[in-house]
């Protein structure tokens, strides 16, 4: 599975971005993609996450703001990101599981700032 991750960049507080994230090979029974990230000096954390089934998962501190969702024609999920806080920079992750390996795409770079 080789995930593509797209749409980082710099916005104001109260801004919008949208990120993408393109599944390629084997992308068949992949059970769960999600979006992490990592500021500086902080552990990596699962942003917001969805399964097979649909079922989504966020963070607390995005819960109403982010909204993941997917297009299976496209094999791709995305991130809309919405009312976006200095607090929400860091490098953001597209991950997948698939058969209980999990696979990483590249970091987009996320900067809330005026």
Do not use: H
Request: some cysteine.
């Amino acid at each position: 599975v080789q995930l593509q991750a797209s749409g980082g960049g710099l916005v104001q507080p109260g801004g919008s971005l949208r990120l993408s994230c393109a599944a390629s090979g084997s992308i068949f029974s992949i059970n769960f993609m999600g979006w992490y990230r990592q500021a500086p000096g902080k552990q990596r954390e699962l942003v917001a996450g969805i399964t097979s089934g649909d079922s989504t998962n966020y963070a607390d501190s995005v819960k109403g703001r982010f909204t993941i969702s997917r297009d299976n024609a496209k094999n791709t999920v995305y991130l809309q990101m919405n009312s976006l806080k200095p607090e929400d920079t860091a490098v953001y992750y597209c991950n997948a599981v698939r058969f209980l390996l999990t696979y990483w795409g590249q970091g987009t770079q996320v900067t809330v700032s005026s």
